[in-house]
């Protein structure tokens, strides 16, 4: 029978983990091949969640990843029923093809086997599992040896389909019987491979060595007509889908990166670039215009592998003087904000009324915890947590015991930012900082707590300062000068309501008042969305570029309130 004639059972699983002995499945969902064909969606695919995992958790990482609870999984199927039914659809395809085996394609095959053979096990059937596994994944490695990555992501994607983000059967399913069709063409055109044992024959011979070149699916023509100018690249699969969107100082050099294998990229770039069949451009007169391009782009767009930019479960609030209730909306009672980290106000606050106000030995554990603000996994020993609190106290005794709390804290917050600041610059190592965010239970010591409720003092008042600086900044005029190939060029922009109102090129004239200076702050607040706070974001981060290469920058808050070179540096340096 010829490949594209021949009917197999597409089928994927989603896990608790890697290994049936310390995992289970989740969920698992199959279809025919020709009832795919006939209906010509996923809307056929029969997709079962199973009850087997409703005594153990579901880990975190896996539920963000796939979306499911246990609370859905108290509605799915027994895992014996659902393996009846996938077995006797199996037999039925066996049947039309007058096989005794039914072939079924999975895409990584290796991870699913041992896990339906437990199934298999668990069920009680006692007949041999009728099944025969084709994996897409060994097919792609063997036609495509040179291409970075072949995931099932990548692979679909190089085909021109997109797979949601959440990683369900369903869409995996849809997504393997794309690939496997199109490696059905290409097994005919390529070698000649028509029947299944062939194919077979085929993946049992040696596998050729992948060459030193990767194979990419972009042009390399497309890559060597770009200009060398600031702009925004949007990558785009086959299919015209946006994957990516960035930006670049120069778009040949930024873009031309992606495809030196001498760069090393995570794992996520290579699964996109597996993907990147064409590219579109938009050339800016300057790097921030580019910035402020990307920022908007992204939330235009979301594609799927910009993460940093992207409005997915995040939001803009406004809080009451003491951090402890936030708002969507602001208003005189919810005056503080825009701000996007609600948790590590939060967890100032409560670690301020512990410090300030009742005092570590009156504080109760649950206090102290929400102080600390680690989750439920992470909780160190409490001994530790009061010695942490106790010697964070001892160090900052002079501060945190002041008669005006809010404003001792607040003197704290920069102190300790400077000194952080200081440690960068002269070298010395501030990664505990972030070693602190995978500390397991058994890592703590008061040490690492203490550190800890620094850093949240200091991410505390660096948040507030941000939104401080970013409401000045969305009434702003700035000019500033900028290297432009060989050349070296004066640019001005001047915001309203955090949008771009307008932009010159070689502006030397006096830098213009903006026209919304004389706006309340709570009316900047009740102006600004998710896509004005990223947009003020990025362009401090792109005048503090400037600012290190020692260019000269001008800020104009209002008439009587200008920002040089030199005091712009004073202010950002907080910020």
Same mark, same amino acid.
Not at 310 to 328: A, L, N
């Given at each position: 029978?010829?490949?594209?004639?021949?009917?197999?059972?597409?089928?994927?699983?989603?896990?608790?983990?890697?290994?049936?002995?310390?995992?289970?499945?989740?969920?698992?969902?199959?279809?025919?091949?020709?009832?795919?064909?006939?209906?010509? !969606? $996923?809307?056929?695919?029969?997709?079962?969640?199973?009850?087997?995992?409703?005594?153990?958790? %579901?880990?975190?990482?896996?539920?963000?990843?796939?979306? /499911?609870? /246990?609370?859905?999984?108290?509605?799915?199927?027994?895992? #014996?029923?659902?393996?009846?039914?996938?077995? !006797?659809?199996? =037999?039925?395809?066996?049947?039309? !093809? @007058?096989?005794?085996?039914?072939?079924?394609? %999975?895409?990584?095959?290796?991870?699913?086997?041992?896990?339906?053979?437990?199934?298999?096990?668990?069920?009680?059937? @006692?007949?041999?599992?009728?099944?025969?596994?084709?994996?897409? *994944?060994?097919?792609?490695?063997?036609?495509?040896?040179?291409?970075?990555?072949?995931?099932?992501?990548?692979? $679909? #994607?190089?085909?021109?389909?997109? %797979?949601?983000?959440?990683?369900?059967?369903?869409?995996?399913?849809?997504?393997?019987?794309?690939?496997?069709?199109?490696?059905?063409?290409?097994?005919?055109?390529? *070698?000649?491979?028509?029947?299944?044992?062939?194919?077979?024959?085929?993946?049992?011979?040696?596998?050729?060595?992948?060459?030193?070149?990767?194979?990419?699916?972009?042009?390399?023509?497309?890559?060597?007509?770009?200009?060398?100018?600031?702009?925004?690249?949007?990558?785009?699969?086959?299919?015209?889908?946006?994957?990516?969107?960035?930006?670049?100082?120069?778009?040949?050099?930024?873009?031309?990166?992606?495809?030196?294998?001498?760069?090393?990229?995570?794992?996520?770039?290579?699964?996109?670039?597996?993907?990147?069949?064409?590219?579109?451009?938009?050339?800016?007169?300057?790097?921030?215009?580019?910035?402020?391009?990307?920022?908007?782009?992204?939330?235009? =767009?979301?594609?799927?592998?910009?993460?940093?930019?992207?409005?997915?479960?995040?939001?803009?609030?406004?809080?009451?003087?003491?951090?402890?209730?936030?708002?969507?909306?602001?208003?005189?009672?919810?005056? /503080?904000?825009?701000?996007?980290?609600?948790?590590?106000?939060?967890?100032?606050?409560?670690?301020?009324?512990?410090?300030?106000?009742?005092?570590?030995?009156?504080?109760?554990?649950?206090?102290?915890?929400?102080?600390? #603000?680690?989750?439920?996994?992470?909780?160190?020993?409490?001994?530790?947590?009061?010695?942490?609190?106790?010697?964070?106290?001892?160090?900052?005794?002079?501060?945190?015991?002041?008669?005006?709390?809010?404003?001792?804290?607040?003197?704290?917050?920069?102190?300790?930012?400077?000194?952080?600041?200081?440690?960068?610059?002269?070298? %010395?190592?501030?990664?505990?900082?972030?070693?602190?965010?995978?500390?397991?239970?058994?890592?703590?010591?008061?040490?690492?707590?203490?550190?800890?409720?620094?850093?949240?003092?200091?991410?505390?008042?660096?948040? /507030?300062?941000?939104?401080?600086?970013?409401?000045?900044?969305?009434?702003?005029?700035?000019?500033?000068?900028?290297?432009?190939?060989?050349?070296?060029?004066?640019?001005?922009?001047?915001?309203? @309501?955090?949008?771009?109102?307008?932009?010159?090129?070689?502006?030397?004239?006096?830098?213009?008042?903006?026209?919304?200076?004389?706006?309340?702050?709570?009316?900047?607040?009740?102006?600004?969305?998710?896509?004005?706070?990223?947009?003020?974001?990025?362009?401090?981060?792109?005048?503090?570029?400037?600012?290190?290469?020692?260019?000269?920058?001008?800020?104009?808050?209002?008439?009587? !309130?200008?920002?040089?070179?030199?005091?712009?540096?004073?202010?950002?340096?907080?910020?």
């Amino acid at each position: 029978m010829d490949l594209s004639e021949l009917v197999v059972l597409f089928l994927d699983c989603q896990t608790t983990g890697a290994n049936p002995k310390s995992a289970r499945v989740l969920e698992i969902g199959w279809v025919r091949s020709d009832v795919l064909e006939q209906s010509g !969606n $996923a809307s056929t695919i029969n997709a079962h969640l199973l009850k087997c995992c409703l005594e153990s958790e %579901i880990p975190k990482n896996v539920q963000k990843i796939t979306g /499911i609870t /246990i609370e859905d999984l108290s509605e799915g199927s027994e895992p #014996g029923e659902a393996w009846i039914s996938l077995i !006797n659809t199996a =037999l039925s395809v066996a049947q039309v !093809n @007058k096989m005794q085996r039914c072939p079924v394609v %999975i895409h990584y095959a290796k991870f699913e086997i041992p896990f339906l053979i437990d199934l298999h096990e668990i069920s009680g059937t @006692k007949r041999d599992l009728p099944l025969s596994f084709i994996c897409t *994944h060994k097919i792609s490695t063997r036609l495509f040896p040179d291409l970075p990555r072949r995931s099932l992501r990548a692979m $679909a #994607g190089y085909f021109g389909h997109s %797979i949601p983000t959440k990683r369900r059967c369903s869409e995996h399913v849809y997504a393997t019987a794309i690939i496997w069709h199109e490696l059905v063409r290409l097994l005919k055109k390529k *070698h000649s491979i028509t029947t299944l044992e062939h194919l077979l024959q085929w993946l049992s011979q040696s596998r050729r060595v992948r060459s030193s070149k990767r194979i990419y699916p972009m042009s390399e023509r497309v890559l060597n007509d770009l200009p060398q100018k600031p702009g925004v690249y949007r990558m785009l699969r086959s299919n015209g889908d946006v994957i990516y969107v960035g930006k670049a100082v120069s778009l040949r050099q930024r873009v031309k990166s992606y495809f030196t294998k001498s760069i090393r990229h995570p794992e996520h770039i290579l699964e996109m670039l597996t993907q990147a069949a064409r590219l579109d451009l938009t050339t800016t007169e300057s790097r921030v215009d580019a910035a402020i391009l990307e920022s908007d782009e992204i939330k235009r =767009l979301t594609p799927s592998y910009n993460i940093a930019l992207h409005e997915r479960g995040r939001d803009v609030w406004f809080c009451t003087k003491d951090y402890y209730q936030f708002s969507p909306v602001p208003t005189r009672k919810y005056g /503080i904000g825009p701000v996007v980290d609600r948790d590590v106000l939060m967890h100032f606050a409560s670690l301020k009324n512990i410090v300030a106000k009742i005092g570590v030995f009156e504080a109760g554990d649950d206090l102290l915890l929400d102080g600390l #603000g680690v989750n439920d996994e992470r909780i160190p020993d409490l001994k530790f947590v009061r010695g942490g609190y106790e010697l964070f106290v001892d160090r900052h005794n002079d501060l945190v015991r002041a008669a005006a709390p809010d404003d001792a804290f607040d003197q704290l917050a920069r102190r300790l930012w400077m000194e952080r600041k200081k440690d960068r610059e002269t070298g %010395i190592d501030v990664s505990e900082d972030f070693a602190l965010k995978s500390v397991g239970t058994s890592g703590w010591t008061e040490r690492s707590i203490c550190h800890l409720l620094e850093s949240t003092v200091m991410r505390a008042g660096h948040t /507030i300062r941000r939104a401080r600086w970013f409401l000045l900044l969305s009434e702003a005029s700035i000019r500033w000068e900028e290297p432009v190939g060989n050349d070296v060029r004066i640019f001005l922009i001047v915001f309203e @309501k955090g949008q771009v109102l307008y932009r010159r090129t070689s502006c030397r004239d006096e830098i213009p008042f903006p026209p919304g200076c004389k706006r309340s702050l709570l009316e900047r607040q009740r102006g600004f969305d998710l896509m004005t706070f990223d947009r003020m974001r990025v362009v401090t981060t792109e005048l503090k570029k400037l600012l290190n290469e020692n260019r000269e920058v001008d800020v104009r808050l209002s008439p009587a !309130n200008r920002l040089d070179h030199t005091g712009l540096v004073n202010v950002l340096k907080w910020v």
